[in-house]
């Protein structure tokens, strides 16, 4: 299956389509969307639900093969990440490698709001310093009050 | 000096970005590096009736080199692979990965040169995939007990050789005596 | 001769942008008024010699002058008129003249539209737009000519890649590419501010407008170019965090974080330093996104720039600019130190809140896009971050920003009671639940954690974007009758207010989407029946179709409703004659409240065809959300404070 490369500058790569295997409907659900968190490594842009290069094709069949046998999402996840890395899972696991990555967002989140608490305190401080008297505030509090409409 | 955070993190990122540059952002690392070769049970391109298994391929440092007809480059670094294998007596086995006409592959090597000690026939490319074979030509460094030490993703030539697995193969000779 | 002059225009265009880098400036801060002057006439002039360039090549194209090597690759006589004018930024060469054509035509624009501003801050700003075009002139001219001769000339040229033969990519890559520069405006904006020291109200005004077009014409762009992946790729999917996509998204964010801090640096002369530091950054990731895309550093499928002296080209010149501006913007920035006084809880926390989400949001895309080049510089096994990550990461992160955004609209400068806040907005709240918890139920009889907050969340910034415009309405005096009420609202408010919604509209689409599509992909006989969520697609046979420059099989495919026809789809699987690549055409029928979308796969035996069906619900409205915030956008540029000023005040000595 064709995969975008780039919406930006309309680089891409046309390729044979994923061939369609039939797989029971009981495992339907639970294929697709393994083969949507599994990465490509021929075509690597693309999951081993769209690429259609020869070895998706053979891994598709490895995974068909796999749920028959009644293994686990992490068994099969495992499977694949022992042969290719961890490079085949578009859902990078916990490690400390990814701590970064996984924890990372969220730190940054906390120092942001801890960064505005500290923002709004020391603006308060110098701007309660400032030069105004209480009537020009005043003044200058209705104009706000009136541009905020 | 809160106001230089910006640019100092611009900087890193840069830096990390011009390393980049010269990496190839599709190679990927081998898990399997450290780990001792996969176990198959497959017959050879010239003997058909004959099974190898990976017990064939232990005993003393050697090469697994993953090739195929229908495989562009691996055409391209065969040459290189017979002076190799002339040059050294580090025994180089083939996996004939996926191959599509077993006919044309013994043909090649009888009029281009046979490199290897024997090929594996891996038709389905199943232990292709044991062996997390994802871009042919890949050629696996391993030592005498099996454990693969190196992989190389990509056409082997002199250079390569010189830079990437002859190193090793020295430090394993070392640590061997 | 036609590509000469090209080139030649390109030359002058050079040229022209080195005097108006350096001329304005110094005259701006000798207080030299004709040669600040200089500014606008270069400016101008630079603008029409790329013109004229990109009419060279436009032309080289339509005349299939395929003695011109980026012809020759890229285009081929059977291929039609329009995909060979478009085929202009098909490929690298092009796309950069496209990219410093719509450099020159923002700086023009500054030129025309700008003759009342402060001469000074006119003339520091183009100024600094020259130094911009300097840099991508150099590379085009050095590393990338477009213009390049190929002796002797081919007999046929190689044709545009396939994937780019649609109509969506005619218009993708320009209107990206005018969000994308159209950043560098408020860039120099910053820069110049920086340079001179000043920011005052003119700037902040004079700025904001050309801000909110920038971020209209990236929406506008991005939403193209997930429309034309969705059309055009055969996979149903509309957007797929591929590291190109993620270029483009990380300015989205920054901008939309800009033009929220930009009103708070115009309303309450408040965030200085921190809008100047956005407008640097916001250009910075325009920048960086055209290095990952041509310098590939990251895997993406892109075939751009194999080439490493043009990677290094880029960084150096990222370097040089972003650096350069954020090392500036450390020395001068505790200049823009802010006096106005506001409570923690107050409008403009929480648009710092809003902020601070963007932000996040953004280095998060960043580090997700980076963290495989970061492991790899560092030796370590490198990862693959792609969906289920950034959909786990990013979700938590827009949820707040969504609860926000109806909080913002309505709370007051400088302090806000919170509890009266939530007081007023209770009702709304309380509707935008029950949406959430009935309406998946009701249409589609089930429903999830997931599904309901992002319906509840969708209800919440649709029911307050409404609100806060009646609220405005019923504050005027009994006398104003109701309809002058509406029309007295500031076109900003509106403005502000339209993108929200449709930034509801958007969430209700992505929403319904996720939770409801369905997909069945199944190899079929002609008159056989592939069923998905209630309707029948029937396989009624394939057959043969030319095309001007390819060879298809077309299948026919009639969807029926409980029996009743509904429509007859026609999707292809084309060869194209010069690459030989397949290509999968998918056929849609686009509807109100669910898409059907049928793709022909490969012939899977002799008289089996492979056939992908997929049932979209609400995916329209993804982008009809994006066409409310870009219009949103638009009604807030054209606020009548913008306009009045061009009139009224007169040209500054």
Not at chain 2, 81 to 91: F, H
Not at chain 3, 574 to 598: K, P
Not at chain 3, 633 to 649: E, F
Request: charged share 15%.
């Amino acid at each position: 299956m064709i995969r975008v490369v780039s919406l930006l500058l309309g680089l891409w790569i046309g390729v044979a389509q994923a061939q369609i295997v039939s797989v029971e409907p009981e495992y339907q659900g639970r294929y697709n969307e393994l083969l949507h968190e599994l990465r490509c490594l021929v075509c690597q842009n693309q999951t081993l639900a769209d690429s259609g290069s020869g070895l998706a094709d053979d891994l598709r069949l490895e995974v068909k093969r796999m749920l028959e046998e009644g293994l686990s999402d992490e068994q099969i996840f495992a499977f694949m990440s022992d042969r290719y890395g961890d490079f085949v899972l578009y859902n990078p696991p916990v490690k400390p490698r990814t701590w970064l990555l996984w924890f990372g967002p969220f730190v940054l989140l906390i120092g942001g709001l801890i960064g505005i608490r500290q923002v709004v305190r020391a603006n308060n401080k110098t701007a309660k310093s400032s030069t105004l008297t209480e009537s020009e505030k005043k003044q200058v509090n209705a104009v706000i009050q009136d541009r905020d409409d | 000096m809160k106001s230089l955070i910006p640019a100092l993190l611009f900087f890193v990122i840069s830096g990390f970005l011009f390393v980049g540059l010269y990496k190839d952002p599709t190679l990927v690392s081998s898990p399997l590096v450290g780990k001792s070769i996969p176990s198959f049970s497959a017959s050879t391109l010239f003997y058909p009736d004959k099974k190898v298994t990976q017990a064939d391929l232990i005993g003393e440092i050697a090469l697994v080199n993953v090739w195929a007809t229908w495989c562009p480059a691996c055409k391209h670094e065969h040459p290189d692979l017979v002076a190799l294998s002339e040059k050294t007596d580090i025994p180089i086995y083939g996996l004939n990965y996926k191959e599509t006409d077993k006919a044309e592959a013994r043909a090649w090597l009888r009029d281009e040169g046979n490199p290897y000690a024997f090929s594996i026939s891996d038709d389905d490319g199943r232990i292709g995939i044991d062996f997390g074979v994802y871009g042919a030509p890949e050629t696996f460094l391993i030592d005498a007990q099996g454990v693969i030490q190196h992989k190389r993703v990509g056409v082997m030539n002199n250079k390569i050789w010189q830079r990437d697995f002859l190193p090793i193969i020295q430090r394993l000779r070392r640590e061997a005596l | 001769m036609i590509p000469e002059i090209g080139h030649f225009a390109l030359v002058m265009a050079l040229c022209l942008a080195i005097a108006q880098a350096s001329i304005p400036l110094i005259g701006a801060s000798t207080n030299n008024a004709n040669w600040m002057a200089v500014g606008r006439s270069t400016a101008i002039g630079q603008f029409l010699f790329l013109l004229l360039a990109f009419v060279c090549l436009a032309y080289s194209f339509v005349v299939n002058d395929f003695s011109v090597l980026y012809v020759a690759n890229n285009s081929n006589t059977a291929l039609p008129i329009y995909y060979r004018i478009s085929a202009v930024w098909g490929a690298h060469e092009g796309s950069l003249l496209l990219w410093v054509l719509a450099l020159a035509g923002w700086g023009f624009a500054v030129a025309i539209f700008s003759r009342s501003l402060p001469q000074d801050l006119l003339a520091r700003v183009l100024s600094v737009m020259g130094m911009i075009s300097i840099g991508f002139l150099l590379f085009t001219l050095a590393t990338s000519n477009p213009f390049d001769r190929l002796f002797p000339a081919a007999l046929q040229g190689r044709d545009l890649n396939p994937l780019l033969q649609d109509p969506g990519l005619v218009i993708h890559p320009p209107m990206l590419y005018m969000g994308y520069v159209g950043f560098s405006v408020a860039f120099a904006f910053a820069i110049a501010a920086l340079i001179s020291g000043e920011m005052d109200s003119a700037w902040v005004r004079w700025s904001r407008p050309w801000a909110n077009l920038a971020w209209v014409f990236l929406t506008i762009g991005i939403a193209l170019g997930s429309w034309w992946a969705y059309q055009e790729l055969g996979w149903g999917g509309w957007w797929f965090w591929d590291p190109v996509e993620n270029a483009s998204f990380m300015p989205w964010l920054a901008g939309t974080a800009l033009i929220h801090s930009l009103a708070v640096t115009e309303k309450r002369s408040t965030f200085k330093s921190w809008t100047i530091l956005l407008s640097i950054i916001v250009f910075s990731l325009s920048l960086l996104g055209t290095f990952l895309v041509r310098s590939g550093v990251l895997v993406s499928v892109h075939s751009f720039a194999s080439d490493p002296a043009r990677g290094v080209y880029i960084l150096g010149f990222l370097a040089l600019v972003v650096g350069g501006s954020l090392t500036l913007y450390a020395w001068r920035a505790m200049r823009f130190s802010s006096t106005s006084q506001y409570e923690i809880v107050s409008k403009e926390t929480m648009l710092l809140v809003n902020n601070v989400l963007l932000i996040v949001a953004m280095l998060t895309i960043l580090i997700g896009t980076l963290y495989p080049l970061f492991e790899d510089a560092l030796g370590m096994p490198k990862s693959s971050v792609g969906a289920p990550y950034f959909d786990a990461v990013f979700v938590p992160l827009m949820l707040p920003l969504i609860f926000m955004m109806a909080l913002g609209p309505v709370a007051k400068w400088r302090r806000e009671n919170l509890g009266e806040l939530l007081n007023r907005l209770k009702v709304l709240a309380v509707i935008a639940i029950v949406v959430g918890a009935v309406l998946p139920l009701a249409i589609y009889g089930n429903n999830t954690v997931m599904t309901g907050i992002g319906i509840a969340a969708a209800a919440w910034v649709i029911l307050s974007s409404i609100y806060a415009v009646v609220r405005l309405v019923n504050k005027r005096d009994a006398k104003t009758p109701l309809l002058k009420a509406y029309a007295k609202v500031p076109k900003a408010m509106y403005g502000m207010l339209l993108a929200h919604f449709g930034m509801g509209i958007f969430i209700i689409g992505v929403v319904f989407t996720s939770s409801f599509s369905d997909q069945v992909e199944q190899a079929v006989k002609v008159g056989e029946k592939v069923s998905v969520a209630g309707y029948d697609f029937i396989l009624e046979g394939v057959g043969p179709v030319k095309g001007p420059n390819y060879d298809a099989m077309r299948g026919s495919v009639r969807v029926e409703k409980s029996e009743q026809l509904l429509t007859t789809l026609l999707p292809e699987k084309r060869i194209y004659n010069v690459q030989r690549n397949a290509m999968t055409e998918a056929s849609i029928y686009t509807g109100v409240f669910a898409d059907l979308y049928v793709a022909l796969g490969e012939p899977v035996t002799q008289d089996k065809w492979g056939l992908r069906v997929y049932y979209r619900p609400f995916i329209q409205w993804i982008w009809m959300g994006c066409l409310l915030m870009s219009l949103g956008g638009i009604v807030g540029a054209l606020d009548r404070r913008y306009r009045a000023q061009r009139k009224t005040k007169p040209v500054s000595a």
